[in-house]
């Protein structure tokens, strides 16, 4: 569907919700929940109310998928997401999960979350998107900050992790500075 120096994002096929279900799920190390949200205790899910879950909630608006899954040679290795903040202002939040650990530190990171962006802003039916994720996620911010988008907020200790505290973090783009940035290219 969109196509990465390295791979591709694609929709979501039964095999493939399959897939991330193993890895947010029975995958044994689950080492992506140790930056995903970490303080957020995951709710459990049987396979087959999961994959009628996300089939049901296939799109995020009309024609335009929610989550996309980033294929590389052929192997899944995480996915792109987004979910409404609030319609009425048009503000989705949007985030990346690579489960395979070996593809961190790649370099696709960012490459990949910027198509994501461009996917949701050139179909053209939001004002703004936005991440939330805690300041031990030091990744994450710095790919935030790479595609553009700026710390909006900063609650301070509101997160705990391994019985430490961390600052919540909230940052965004919006379609302006989206378009801005983009005639820069």
């Known amino acids: 569907m969109i196509q990465f120096s390295k791979g591709e994002l694609v929709v979501l096929t039964e095999s493939l919700i399959k897939k991330i279900y193993y890895w947010k799920y029975e995958e044994p190390m689950q080492a992506a929940k140790k930056w995903n949200g970490p303080y957020i205790k995951e709710p459990e899910m049987d396979k ?14 009309p024609n335009v998928e929610g ?19 609030d319609k009425q202002t ?21 490459e990949v979350f910027q198509c ?4 949701l802003f050139d179909n053209n039916f939001i004002h703004r ?9 030091v990744r994450m911010i710095k790919l935030a900050s790479k595609v553009g988008m700026q710390e909006e907020a900063r609650i301070r200790q509101a997160r705990q992790v391994n019985g430490r505290y961390f600052d919540a973090i909230k940052m965004g783009i919006l379609k302006s500075e989206w378009l801005n940035n983009r005639s820069k290219k």
């Not at 087959?48 to 608006?61: A, G, S, V």
């Not at 690579?98 to 790649?106: A, K, L």
């Open 67 to 85: 989550t996309l899954a980033i294929i590389i040679d052929e192997q899944f290795i995480g996915t792109v997401a987004s979910y409404w903040v």
């Open 129 to 137: 998107l936005g991440i939330s994720t805690w300041s031990g996620n």
């Open 116 to 119: 994501w962006i461009d996917y």
């Open 90 to 110: 048009n503000w989705l939040e949007i985030g990346i999960v690579i489960y395979d650990s070996d593809y961190w530190e790649s370099g696709i990171g960012s």
């Open 48 to 61: 087959p109310t999961f994959l009628k879950e996300m089939k049901q909630n296939r799109f995020i608006y």
